[in-house]
Nanobody, 125 residues
Framework: VQLQASGGGLVQAGGSLRLSCAASRFTLDYYAIGWFRQAAEKEREWVSCISSTDGVTYYADSVKGRFTFSRNNAKNTVYLQMDNLKPEDTAVYYC???????????????????WGQGTVVTVSR
């Protein structure tokens, strides 16, 4: 199982980037796929995930309304469209695969079994 994240870069605040996560050696639509990010000197933070069963997407409050998660099963790739980027979005972004992604009573549950390497997103003021 391999996940390859790409699309990071440097962008000004208010700009956009689209991250991609391509899978190899397994079929993406059998897994829930998600994104985490980790800023310097901070703990890793869950960003978003998409369910493999019903295609429902979930977002952290910090990115809701600005980030959009989509998947292209034909290309075995998922995308994270990030709009209206803010300096606080600066981080290393990681894609990951898990058996499921769903909302419990209080939280979104997404426990990765596989991780891709990170791609760096830097948002300047």
């Amino acid at each position: 199982v391999q996940l390859q994240a790409s699309g990071g870069g440097l962008v000004q605040a208010g700009g956009s980037l689209r991250l991609s996560c391509a899978a190899s050696r397994f079929t993406l639509d059998y897994y829930a796929i998600g994104w985490f990010r980790q800023a310097a000197e901070k703990e890793r933070e869950w960003v978003s995930c998409i369910s493999s069963t019903d295609g429902v997407t979930y977002y952290a409050d910090s990115v809701k309304g600005r980030f959009t998660f989509s998947r292209n099963n034909a290309k075995n790739t998922v995308y994270l469209q990030m709009d209206n980027l803010k300096p606080e979005d600066t981080a290393v972004y990681y894609c990951a695969a898990a058996p499921s992604c769903f909302r419990s009573a209080s939280d979104v549950i997404f426990k990765p079994a596989y991780w891709g390497q990170g791609t760096v997103v830097t948002v300047s003021r």
